[in-house]
């Protein structure tokens, strides 16, 4: 069972078929598995798209990867039957609540970078029902805002497109660059608690819609690095705020 997102596949029905049923329903386009604008987004350098089977190359590379892995269950790496056994519950996830996780490609290149998105904290129960935002990137993209400006965007997605009320995030309490994030997205430490099966120390940080519409998305800056291109240079062509789908 792969942490944070231990379970992906038995989210909570009352989040996804009482709460949200027409909102969730209406962003797939079943049964072709194509998917409308909604879910297919781009920001200034990143493309998101739910995650797919071409992605499993890329998954195995994050989950192989040791200092990725640190805070992640209880730290292993996961082989490739295991990473294509998430991305099934990935994949399921979407098609049961029409929201999930997005595949992340430098619009540039095309290359993967890594996922960020939504998905069903199952593996803590004491914060049941909920839905959590997460991301994990490719070693080689830290450090850039990557995950900020993916999070950013999939806050979008979660509070205009799905309609959910709040989301939570979840780390390891010595995640510190996770934290960094949440601070940045401006989400606030709820509690701190221990995850039953894997015994790990976490913090559980939460925002609201209200606090989401009254903030200015991104605490942070996220304008000091390359947009689009090849280039990974800072450069100042994007703020937080501006759109994220209009192609430019
Ligand atoms: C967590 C992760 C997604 C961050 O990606 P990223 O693109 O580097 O993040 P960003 O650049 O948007 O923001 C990171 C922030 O944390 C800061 N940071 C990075 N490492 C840090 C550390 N060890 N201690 C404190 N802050 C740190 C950065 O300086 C930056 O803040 P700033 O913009 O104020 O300078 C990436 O490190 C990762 O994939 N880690 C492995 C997987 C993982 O742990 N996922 C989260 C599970 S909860």
């Known amino acids: 069972?792969?942490?944070?997102?231990?379970d992906i596949g038995s989210a909570d029905q009352r989040i996804?078929?009482?709460?949200?049923?027409?909102?969730?329903?209406?962003?797939?386009?079943?049964?072709?598995?194509?998917?409308?604008?909604?879910?297919?987004?781009?920001?200034?350098?990143?493309?998101?798209?739910?995650?797919?089977?071409?992605?499993l190359d890329g998954l195995c590379r994050l989950n192989a990867d040791p200092q990725v892995m640190r805070f992640i269950l209880d730290g292993s790496t996961l082989g490739r039957e295991q990473t294509a056994d998430r991305l099934a519950a990935?994949?399921?996830?979407?098609?049961?609540?029409?929201?999930?996780?997005?595949?992340?490609?430098?619009r540039g290149t095309g290359e993967f970078v890594g996922w960020a998105g939504l998905a069903t904290p199952a593996f803590l129960p004491e914060v049941m029902p909920a839905v959590e935002i997460g991301w994990r990137l490719l070693q080689q993209w830290w450090g850039m805002g990557i995950a900020t400006e993916a999070a950013v965007d999939v806050l979008r997605f979660a509070f205009d497109d799905v309609g959910l009320d709040q989301l939570l995030s979840i780390r390891h309490v010595d995640n510190d660059a996770s934290g960094r994030v949440m601070d940045k997205l401006g989400f606030q430490t709820d509690l701190r608690t221990t995850v039953p099966v894997y015994e790990q120390p976490v913090s559980v940080s939460r925002l609201a819609v209200e606090q989401y519409r009254a903030g200015p998305h991104c605490r942070g800056r996220?304008?000091?690095?390359?947009?689009?291109?090849?280039?990974?240079?800072?450069?100042?062509?994007?703020?937080?705020?501006?759109?994220?789908?209009?192609g430019h």
Do not use: C, Q
């Not at 996220?222 to 209009?246: K, M, N, Q, V």
């Open 90 to 106: 990935m994949r399921e996830h979407w098609r049961e609540h029409g929201y999930g996780i997005f595949a992340l490609r430098w």
């Open 222 to 246: 996220l304008d000091r690095w390359p947009t689009f291109g090849t280039s990974r240079t800072p450069t100042s062509r994007w703020t937080p705020g501006s759109p994220s789908r209009d």
């Open 16 to 55: 996804s078929r009482g709460k949200f049923p027409l909102t969730a329903r209406r962003l797939l386009l079943p049964p072709s598995g194509r998917y409308r604008d909604e879910v297919n987004r781009e920001t200034a350098r990143l493309s998101l798209r739910p995650v797919e089977v071409d992605d």
């Open 1 to 6: 069972m792969e942490w944070p997102f231990a």
